[in-house]
């Protein structure tokens, strides 16, 4: 008996420590508030999968979202495997990008990740060129995508460094 419960409160003590991995540091809706208020730039719209309580997000459904990534109004073909997003965007041709997506699984990371980097490569090649070049310089000439565990991340703002750090920390 007295093993049993010994073996109890090692797994009851070892589990949190196990488990961190799989848990999410913070809300992608904080972690994007937070993204915002490091930049020097305020126009911008930001927009998440559901906004049940949240005043400063708007929907963005499964059909739009996909068309950023794709340019087709239907969903990205990897939507099964994500469980949350959250996109800051320009309000016009003036501001910066912040894609934040978390899979269901560490193992579909590659995969959402790859579609963000289409997407830098798509606005890098010719949509940003055509309507404000001056941000491609400004913001898209050093666009990344990062991952943290389960969250693909693409950052095309005006300070992506201090974005990266705060990231290691929310994520």
């Known amino acids: 008996m007295l093993k049993k419960i010994l073996l ?21 809706k904080t ?29 963005l459904d499964e059909d739009n979202f996909g068309r950023l ?10 939507i099964d495997r994500i469980n949350d997003y959250t996109v800051r965007l320009p309000v016009d041709d ?8 978390e899979c269901l699984n560490r193992s579909d990371v590659g995969e959402v990740a790859d579609m963000l980097r289409q997407r830098t490569e798509k606005i890098q090649n ?8 001056e941000n ?12 943290y565990g389960r969250y693909a991340v693409l950052l ?4 992506n460094e201090a974005a990266e750090k705060l990231l290691k920390k929310l994520l």
């Open 8 to 28: 109890f409160v090692l797994v009851i003590l070892i589990f949190p420590i196990c488990g961190c991995d799989s848990q999410q540091k913070t809300d992608i």
């Open 31 to 59: 972690v994007m508030r937070e993204l915002c208020a490091l930049q020097s730039e305020t126009k911008g719209v930001m927009y998440c999968r559901k906004t049940e309580g949240e005043e400063d997000f708007f929907v």
């Open 69 to 78: 990534y794709s340019g087709k109004f239907a969903p990205p073909v990897c």
């Open 94 to 101: 003036s501001g910066y990008e912040i894609h934040i997506i």
């Open 126 to 133: 010719s949509e940003i060129l055509e309507y404000a070049p």
């Open 136 to 147: 491609f310089e400004k913001y898209f000439r050093g666009a990344t995508v990062l991952t």
């Open 156 to 159: 095309a703002t005006p300070d």
